[in-house]
């Protein structure tokens, strides 16, 4: 079996991912991440207010849920692996990513945001996930006037300072409380599932689901797609590769972490792939002092959807 916690250490892979990019170091980057209100806790993982002042950032956005977004500074675009690229407008919907994409933006750039849960996605914007998955939207095109109303006002307060993005972050929270609508219950119970499905495990049995979900295993598969944009199968691919790298950025591994590892994946090369493909990093980077944004976006308390 391949020693997994010691790869990360000799394994040097692609450099920066498969992007190329000159990432920004993380003495310039700043990121709270702000626990949501209880009242929207099914619907936001967290809340957040990002910083970065110089002229150039990059840095790569792992796979990830979707987000509402305002954009108070910073210019720039989000590169995609299809071969578009989307800008970020000054209140933005980042829906789900199917894949890491870098991010490219002339500074100084500062974002303040929610992390939608699918069922935060699903009520919040009534699309389905995999026909809008891997965008970066004008947030009116989806939400509609009111949203821009609201980021428009914020993005003027913050840059005046008469508002802290914490009180931005928290803004935010109170309009998805205002904003979100019930879902068909029985589509939300499987969003329930489906989360618990992902979190049992880093290979989760496609039959276990089935079992448990209270729909054909056609209806579980179009279901899975339309809340989390993508088939139960890649869903749980994504998520291994997540999850596979929140437990490699840990100092140290415990010989039952190591084992699914090992157990997890075809050989150490597979690892590399998934990992890059989805968190935007080879293994050997998942520790670097200089990706603060990355280590934070797969830690655990940011998949806790899943039980982590």
């Known amino acids: 079996m391949v020693n997994f916690q010691e790869s990360i250490i000799t394994e040097s892979g692609i450099e920066n991912g498969e992007v190329g990019l000159d990432l920004t170091p993380s003495s310039l980057i700043t990121v709270d991440y702000i626990a949501p209100p209880a009242a929207i806790s099914d619907f936001v993982t967290t809340l957040y207010h990002f910083r970065c002042d110089e002229r150039k950032f990059r840095d790569i956005q792992p796979s990830s849920v979707g987000h509402l977004a305002l954009f108070p500074f910073?210019?720039?675009?989000?590169?995609f692996r299809a071969g578009h690229r989307d800008p970020n407008y000054e209140v933005s919907v980042?829906?789900?990513?199917?894949?890491?994409?870098p991010i490219i933006v002339d500074g100084p750039f500062h974002v303040v945001g929610a992390a939608l849960t699918p069922l935060g996605w699903a009520s919040l914007t009534g699309l389905h996930a995999g026909d809008h998955r891997d965008r970066l939207r004008d947030a009116c095109e989806i939400l509609g006037d009111d949203v821009a109303v609201m980021g428009d006002d914020l993005n003027s307060h913050y840059r005046a300072g008469t508002k802290?993005?914490?009180?931005?972050a928290m803004a935010i929270g109170e309009y998805i409380r205002g904003k979100v609508k019930p879902i068909n219950s029985r589509h939300a119970e499987l969003i329930k599932v489906v989360n618990n499905?992902?979190?049992?495990?880093?290979?989760?049995d496609l039959c276990d689901?089935?079992?448990?979900?209270?729909?054909?295993?056609?209806q579980v598969q179009r279901l899975t797609e339309r809340y989390f944009g993508l088939s139960p199968q890649a869903l749980a691919r994504k998520y291994r590769a997540l999850r596979a790298a929140a437990l490699l950025s840990f100092p140290q591994l415990t010989p039952e972490f190591e084992a699914e590892?090992?157990?997890?994946?075809?050989?150490?090369?597979?690892?590399?792939?998934?990992?890059?493909?989805?968190?935007?990093?080879?293994?050997?980077?998942?520790?670097?002092?200089?990706?603060?944004?990355?280590?934070?976006?797969?830690?655990p308390k940011n998949l806790r959807e899943l039980g982590s």
Not at 94 to 101: D, E, G, I
Not at 268 to 288: C, K, Y
């Open 197 to 204: 499905w992902l979190g049992s495990s880093l290979n989760p």
């Open 94 to 101: 980042m829906t789900p990513l199917s894949t890491a994409n």
């Open 261 to 299: 590892l090992g157990e997890a994946f075809f050989d150490q090369s597979h690892m590399i792939r998934e990992i890059n493909r989805f968190v935007g990093r080879t293994p050997s980077r998942l520790r670097d002092p200089d990706s603060p944004y990355l280590s934070e976006m797969i830690a």
């Open 164 to 168: 802290t993005g914490r009180e931005c």
């Open 74 to 79: 910073g210019k720039g675009e989000m590169h």
């Open 209 to 218: 689901l089935l079992a448990k979900a209270a729909y054909s295993e056609r």
